[in-house]
Every structure is written in C-alpha cells, then in structure tokens.
Nanobody, 120 residues
Framework: QVQLVESGGGLVQPGGSLRLSCAASGSFFSINAIGWYRQAPGKQRELVATITSDHSTNYADSVKGRFTISRDNAKNTVYLQMNSLKPEDTAVYYC??????????????WGQGTQVTVSS
C-alpha cells in the first residue's frame, strides 16, 4: 500500500509564491514519473508539470517560467515551487505518482489534493 500526503497550499496574493510538497510512504520498489495536476471549479483536471525518475521535466504552457517541479528521491518527495501566481492558478492541486510496486507491476496513486487560492 502506498500513501501520498500533500502539503503547502493556502491563500496568497497575486504575484506571490507557494511551495507544494507531496511525500510517498509505504512499500514499493521505486517511483517512476511524478506529476502535478490541478482542477479549478467547473473545469476538468489538467496537467501542470511532470518530472521523470532522471529529473527530466515538462510544463503546461500556462505555467512555464513561473512554476518549477523537483523531486528528492531519497525522501520520495516531489515539490512544486509556484512563483508569480495569478488568480487563474486558483485550483485544487493533486500529485500523481507512478509507482513500481514490484519489478513487473506498476500503478499510479493520487494525493488528497491541496487548495491554492490566489486572490487579493
């Protein structure tokens, strides 16, 4: 069983910064790719950023240059540094881990979600 615990959301003014964290615990072989997603009210969940096991990253156009995804493999933790936040970044943010449970099986897990609100 794998558990993901997110932290770091909150209320911030436009132009401000927040850092989200998501830590995995439990029994597994390794962690492959990790992604951050977000879902605003009335909208579909969208991909924000991804990072592979060798730290290659990819970003949605809407956050390029403002958000940075990183991971600490020793701590099984992923981070999302969000700078220059805009009201349109307001959403519930979810982490998603692709976990290798054994050498031959993998599955994905979702964090519980953390609210980010950008408002003056």
């Amino acid at each position: 069983q794998v558990q993901l615990v997110e932290s770091g959301g909150g209320l911030v003014q436009p132009g401000g910064s927040l850092r989200l964290s998501c830590a995995a615990s439990g029994s597994f072989f390794s962690i492959n790719a990790i992604g951050w997603y977000r879902q605003a009210p009335g909208k579909q969940r969208e991909l924000v950023a991804t990072i592979t096991s060798d730290h290659s990253t990819n970003y949605a156009d809407s956050v390029k240059g403002r958000f940075t995804i990183s991971r600490d493999n020793a701590k099984n933790t992923v981070y999302l540094q969000m700078n220059s936040l805009k009201p349109e970044d307001t959403a519930v943010y979810y982490c998603n881990f692709i976990v290798k449970l054994t050498r031959f099986t993998s599955r994905d897990y979702w964090g519980q979600g953390t609210q980010v609100t950008v408002s003056s």
